[in-house]
């Protein structure tokens, strides 16, 4: 794959063909293909499962005022990931390159919509969803230590350098990342079943909150405005994150046509069924009232149904899942960036690697500064804002499902979606964009969300600039070399690229 300035358009030039081989000594070099079914379903799962389940719940039932009308929300928030995943896997099969949504809107839209992808995903969804659980972390900790609900003063500060820790390790040492987030999900998975165990505890002690699942008060003061639902639903999506992981490393699945669609479907069924468990034991031991009341729900649970024991058991079991979370987001945005920027995506620099400690330093200092403005922001405002952009670059990827269908409809489509799910899907992203807007809490949440199109063509257009009238490899150099940094060229990565990366190379 070649640097050359002289042999590179102005940013990216769209190919005709969509791969991600990787050039060696002898060729093109093929990712192997080792992820079965079980292992596909379990990747979706632990990718899904994790601090959202904890944070989601109180903007849920605050939105729709009741027990039922959240529980609902959240099993449809399952039933719209579930056929989201359906329709992915039509374009992974069509399009069978690891890389997720870039590959298919640059595919289907050419190179603008796909550097709008990749800036908002690597700049405002990925940093924007890490400091919501950067922040969960802070409150968790902040309450173990200080023993009383902490400012919010408190929280940033403890958040502040629990960014600056994780983005150290991240630079120092990024198989131990790995192995960390390895131990984590097993704390995960140890949580949910124990949170399991506290709402039955609960209710057989006679403690439990029945008049929640009660057919005459389930469903009081549950909300009638459309927007609060489709606010609703941006915090229960929230917990689903990730139920698109597969598509991102596509060219590692053993038979793809079987395993993607298959392997995603078991992960994500286990994750709604997952979440509704975990929803109804809330709902056993708290009031509605009492659950959006509290910020710490994980450690109340344990206090409710063990006493104080079990309560700290679950705030550590918390920590250990948030930075686990964190750590390994971060470990894959950054490797994103870097990947990307070798690609031409983003400025060459940020794709550079130490050459002493094999990690990808530029891109973590920008993921660091990025994720330390966010830290200004209020969770109920960050949820909304990155859902919207989310939720605009599904419904894009979604319109491309349709697009190709029409333009090439004797594609071989292994699994072909009928286009009443693709409309549908693309008519509910599309409402899950607009909806929010006509909401006096979440409006501008969502205006600040959509901002970052703009800023993208802007960017977009200065690149291109740039790199027509100054040259790609002189302008980048004068960064590159005070940072005292080399290319990926000159230095190979600690851990490889990230899940989230693009593959297809820019010639």
């Given at each position: 794959m070649k640097n050359s300035a002289s042999e590179r358009s102005p940013l990216l030039k769209k190919s005709d063909s969509v791969g991600s081989d990787l050039e060696g000594s002898d060729g093109p070099v093929k990712l192997q293909r080792t992820v079965g079914v079980i292992s596909a379903a379990l990747v979706v799962f632990g990718n899904c499962v994790g601090a959202g389940i904890f944070i989601s719940p109180k903007g849920?039932?605050?939105e729709t005022g009741s027990a039922g009308a959240g529980m609902i929300v959240f099993a449809m928030a399952g039933v719209i990931a579930t056929l989201c995943n359906l329709a992915y896997a039509e374009l992974g099969l069509l399009m069978p390159s690891s890389g997720g949504e870039f590959v298919y809107i640059r595919k289907a839209y050419g190179n603008l919509p796909a550097f709008l992808f990749s800036f908002c995903n690597s700049f405002v969804i990925k940093p924007a969803s890490m400091i919501v659980v950067v922040l969960t972390f802070s409150e968790y900790l902040a309450t173990l230590i200080w023993g009383e609900i902490p400012t919010i003063s408190m929280s940033k500060i403890v958040a502040l350098c629990t960014v600056l820790f994780i983005i150290g390790i991240n630079m120092i040492n990024s198989g131990l990342v790995i192995r960390f987030c390895s131990f984590s999900s097993v704390i995960k998975m140890g949580m949910v079943a124990f949170l399991l165990v506290c709402g039955v505890t609960t209710t057989l002690k006679g403690n439990g909150h029945l008049e929640n699942f009660q057919r005459n008060t389930t469903f009081i003061g549950s909300a009638t405005s459309p927007t609060k639902y489709g606010l609703a639903f941006y915090f229960a999506a929230f917990s689903y994150q990730s139920w698109n992981s597969l598509n991102y490393i596509t060219e590692e699945l053993k038979n793809p046509t079987r395993t993607l669609p298959i392997g995603g479907f078991l992960g994500v069924l286990g994750t709604s069924l997952c979440y509704v468990l975990c929803n109804v034991s809330y709902l056993l031991m708290f009031s509605t009232t009492d659950l959006i009341a509290t910020n710490t729900i994980a450690m109340d649970c344990g206090k409710i149904a063990f006493g104080k024991i079990a309560e700290i058991a679950m705030c550590v079991g918390l920590l250990f899942s948030c930075l686990g979370s964190a750590s390994g987001g971060l470990l894959c945005v950054s490797r994103n960036i870097q990947s990307t920027a070798q690609e031409g995506v983003f400025p060459r620099w940020?794709?550079?690697?130490?050459?002493?400690?094999k990690t990808p330093i530029p891109a973590l200092m920008v993921l660091c500064t990025t994720m330390s403005l966010y830290l200004a922001v209020d969770v109920n405002v960050l949820i909304p804002c990155l859902s919207t952009v989310e939720w605009s670059f599904y419904c894009l990827t979604f319109s491309t499902l349709i697009y190709l269908r029409f333009k090439d409809p004797r594609a071989h489509r292994p699994v072909k979606v009928p286009l009443v799910i693709a409309f549908f899907l693309l008519f509910v992203s599309f409402g899950f964009v607009i909806l929010p807007l006509f909401n006096d809490s979440s409006r501008i949440p969502v205006l600040i969300g959509m901002s970052s199109l703009p800023i993208g063509c802007v960017l977009y257009g200065l690149l291109c600039l740039i790199r027509r009238y100054f040259g790609r490899d002189a302008w980048d150099e004068k960064i590159?070399?005070?940072?005292?940094?080399?290319?990926?060229?000159?230095?190979?990565?600690?851990?490889?690229?990230?899940?989230?990366?693009?593959?297809?190379?820019?010639?």
């Open positions: 849920v039932f605050e940020m794709g550079s690697v130490n050459p002493t400690l590159r070399k005070p940072l005292l940094i080399r290319s990926n060229s000159d230095s190979s990565i600690d851990s490889g690229h990230g899940s989230d990366s693009s593959s297809e190379g820019m010639k």
